[in-house]
């Protein structure tokens, strides 16, 4: 299948191509940029040398619907939703991984992004691609919305409590913790080595944009509006997000149990890992693959779950994510391209 990538050269972008070298049925052809359209990829990413000898290009519709069977976007929150229309229109499936389609309501979109939203006909029509949930969905679908990285490895950690019944849904509080890659590649002061070493910070505390995604979750797993309490810190390193959440159990439960719930709900899932009793993931140990592994404890002096689930943002969180969506639309064995040992240490 021919694919194209629209923001190849941002972080994103770039990790797409290099997941790509990997796939035994896509042929990249298309790399667009905005601002280095005309430059050899390897002028930006020497990595990519005896991988990818070509130049990005300036973004032609016409051409890249012409030449291409699907495109990524990698673009930031406000580019696709006037875009992929006009992709759509041209028989282009779209596969993005910016946040423009994810959320259902409009009104949702303009609040926490501040910024207006996509047509709601292309809304209603995007399908949410977190594979663990919606792959017979994914399968039929002309625009996937990529998830976030932190709804990702927050939504995989809470699915199974939630379609099991077992927590007080208002008792979510999700503390979550992330790599500076997952600010993208542009220039800002809050991601310098100087303010990001040694150091740790909240961010976005209250208005993450997050928050209505994971809430749209797990209001369609329940039926209920369940607010969340969520707060993302920066921490220095490159990749990895760790989301840690905290739950009222509403039955007694037992750890042993807890853990069979979730090894049997993902058994026939391929890239969730449920540690043994008494493990705990750390962002190391999914490092460049698509894996995200989860850890589970059970307080019984507070009745209390405590989940543990980490991803790469770069992989699980986006580019491998969107591969992996495009091979369940496209009928290929799920994993293709995909299966990878984590680099360690
Ligand atoms: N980094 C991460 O871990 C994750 C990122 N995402 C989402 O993926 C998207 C890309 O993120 P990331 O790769 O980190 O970002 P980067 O800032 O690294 O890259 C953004 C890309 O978009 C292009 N771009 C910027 N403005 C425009 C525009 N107006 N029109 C067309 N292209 C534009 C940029 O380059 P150029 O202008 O040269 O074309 C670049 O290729 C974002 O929406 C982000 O929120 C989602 C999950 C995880
Ligand atoms: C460190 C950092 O700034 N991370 C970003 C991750 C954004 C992301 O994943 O993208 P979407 O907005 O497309 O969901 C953030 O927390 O906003």
Known sequence: MKVGIVGANGYSGIELIRLLQHHPYTDLTKMISHSTSGKNILELYPHLENFVDMSLEHIDIEEIAREVDLVFFATPAGVTKDL??????????CIDVSGDFRLKKPEDYKQWYKKSPANDQYLQESVYGLPELNRHKIKEAKLIANPGCFPTATLLGLIPVLQHKVIDLYSIHIDAKTGVSGAGRNVNVANLFTEVNENIKAYKVGHHQHIPEIEQVIREISGEEAPISFVTHL?????????????????????????????????????????QVGQYPTTKEIFGSNFCDIGLYVDERT???????????LVKGASGQAIQNLNILAGWEETTGLMNVPLYP
């Open 235 to 275: 921490i220095p390193i490159n990749r990895g997000i760790m989301s840690t959440i905290y739950c009222d159990l509403i039955h007694n439960l037992s750890i042993e149990e807890i853990y069979q719930l979730y090894k049997e709900m993902y058994k026939n899932e391929p890239f969730i890992r449920i540690r």
């Open 84 to 93: 992929i229309p006009d992709f759509l229109e041209k028989g282009v499936t």
């Open 303 to 313: 009745n209390r779950l405590i989940i543990i689930s980490v991803i790469d943002n």
